[in-house]
């Protein structure tokens, strides 16, 4: 396993070790093409998220940005800044909460423009990926999938972003990076994913999207 970060990964008093991968043995070619990744995720439609355990969640939405890197898609991430509320130093899309006044896209791209610069004028959006629900900061978050012609050059807003993150997919699916557990929560057992980059560990909902993410393009 990669050497991962100092991510502080809140275990509860019940969990264990979860399955492996599911890309095990799978060709990887297909996350080399944008064209490729793009035709799947368009063809996806995505599940909206029970609300039962968590009626008053807050509607939110975080930009997933993909682009053609040199050896394959890459995708933009962020480490939040260590004097945030909620989710500190943790790895996660650019996003935010959905203003009263906005739709769930608009609010995605403003995020990503506040947080990093993103040329939002240049993104084509292709997609949703499935909604899901945070806890700690009792979210509602919709994924919406983006794409952009080029790498961007990104600047991180020193009052949201400690850091910015040029992600290959390939990386994501190496052995020695993709871990799960099982921890029980207020909603029941649930699969906790992780990926252990060399100096940062990808974990929450950020490695849930990832992961629907690489099993949409990979058509697992």
Not at 39 to 48: E, G, L, R, T
Not at 75 to 98: D, Q, W
Not at 133 to 142: E, G, H, M, R, W
Not at 169 to 175: A, K, M, N, Y
């Amino acid at each position: 396993m990669r050497a991962g970060g100092q991510q502080k990964i809140p275990r509860p008093s019940q969990w264990e070790k979860g399955s492996p991968a599911r890309w095990i043995g799978l060709d990887f070619t297909p996350l080399q093409s944008l064209e490729h990744v793009v035709a799947q995720i368009a063809a996806h439609s995505p599940q909206v998220a029970a609300t039962e355990f968590m009626p008053e969640a807050r509607a939110s939405a975080v930009l997933v940005n993909l682009y053609q890197g040199p050896s394959g898609v890459e995708v933009v991430l962020t480490k939040r800044a260590a004097h945030l509320k909620n989710h500190k130093g943790e790895i996660s899309f650019p996003g935010g909460r959905v203003e009263p006044d906005e739709q769930v896209y608009e609010a995605a791209l403003r995020e990503a423009v506040e947080e990093v610069s993103l040329p939002a004028h240049d993104v084509t959006l292709v997609g949703e990926l499935d909604h899901l629900l945070t806890i700690v900061s009792n979210s509602y978050i919709v994924p919406i999938v983006g794409i952009l012609p080029y790498r961007p050059t990104l600047i991180a807003s020193a009052d949201e972003v400690d850091r910015i993150l040029h992600v290959p997919l390939h990386e994501l699916v190496r052995t020695d990076t993709f871990a799960s557990e099982v921890w029980e929560t207020p909603m029941g057992s649930r699969n906790i994913y992780m990926y252990h980059l060399d100096d940062e560990t990808i974990w929450g909902a950020t490695a849930r999207i990832l992961t629907q993410l690489l099993h949409i393009s990979l058509s697992i």
